[in-house]
């Protein structure tokens, strides 16, 4: 009896989360789960990751978000993620992500740089990330850039790279006027709880000083799961359900990088 009751209410709580979604994709105020006060809104923006599908598996929300205020989406993608040898595929996958995302392919940097290839154990400098990701900010007149945590979601040594090299770029005192945020990494109960983490994420956030943490709500999941989609190399059964039950895909929480 108490498993039927654990589970009812597991299920009323997805069931309400996804109606928070869906009522706020439906909004007119189109509002955020926490409002950003118009700090992402105009922005030329960087989103900077380590390999194609990083974008739809984990800042989906982000992007969906800042598209629908106004922003100039730019992704700027360290390596091919050939680590299985198919790199220039999952490079042309990306490009496909990235129209289902709104962002402009021509605003979508893949680089194949050799010492900056993917896989487990292979170290990045910190100091090239910078070099490049500041090349990129220059170029593009880039005012904020958003990426990984020390953690990195999936604690990836190169997705903890990436969060290196901007680290190291703001160290750069002539930089200072680049706004950085990172993606929160959760605790492995709430990374698979799908939509219910919306609240919990609020509730996370709300122990952080005004305007340190943002829940940005996904108001387009299902643009989530046809992105991902793209990655058609990718798009293997337990990646599925990943994209299908991972927090990820509904809310994503931002703390400024200070």
């Not at 709580?13 to 009522?23: G, Q």
């Not at 990943?242 to 895909?249: A, R």
Request: proline fraction near 2%.
């Amino acid at each position: 009896m108490e498993w039927l009751v654990i589970i009812i209410t597991l299920v009323v709580l997805w069931v309400a989360s996804l109606f928070k979604i869906l009522h706020e994709s439906l909004s007119a105020s189109q509002a955020a789960v926490l409002n950003d006060g118009g700090v992402f809104r105009n922005r030329n923006v960087l989103l900077v990751i380590a390999h194609p599908d990083d974008e739809s598996m984990f800042f989906t929300p982000t992007l969906n978000y800042l598209s629908s205020r106004g922003c100039n989406l730019h992704i700027l993608c360290m390596s091919t993620g050939n680590a299985d040898g198919m790199g220039n595929v999952r490079k042309e996958e990306l490009y496909l992500a990235s129209i289902v995302l709104k962002v402009p392919q021509k605003q979508v940097k893949v680089l194949d740089h050799p010492d900056l290839q993917d896989g487990f154990g292979k170290s990045w400098n910190s100091k090239l990330l910078s070099k490049i990701i500041k090349e990129e900010i220059v170029n593009c007149a880039i005012d904020l850039v958003i990426t990984f945590d020390n953690y990195g979601v999936s604690g990836h040594c190169n997705h903890q790279d990436v969060h290196q090299g901007v680290i190291k770029l703001l160290q750069d005192t002539s930089h200072k006027e680049v706004e950085a945020w990172e993606l929160v990494s959760t605790n492995i109960l709430r990374k698979y709880s799908g939509p219910v983490d919306i609240w919990l994420s609020l509730l996370s956030a709300k122990f952080h000083l005004s305007g340190v943490v943002h829940c940005l709500l996904n108001e387009h999941p299902r643009r989530s799961l046809a992105a991902m989609a793209q990655h058609k190399s990718q798009w293997v059964w337990f990646r599925k359900l990943f994209v299908s039950f991972s927090s990820y895909t509904y809310v994503n929480c931002l703390k400024k990088i200070n």
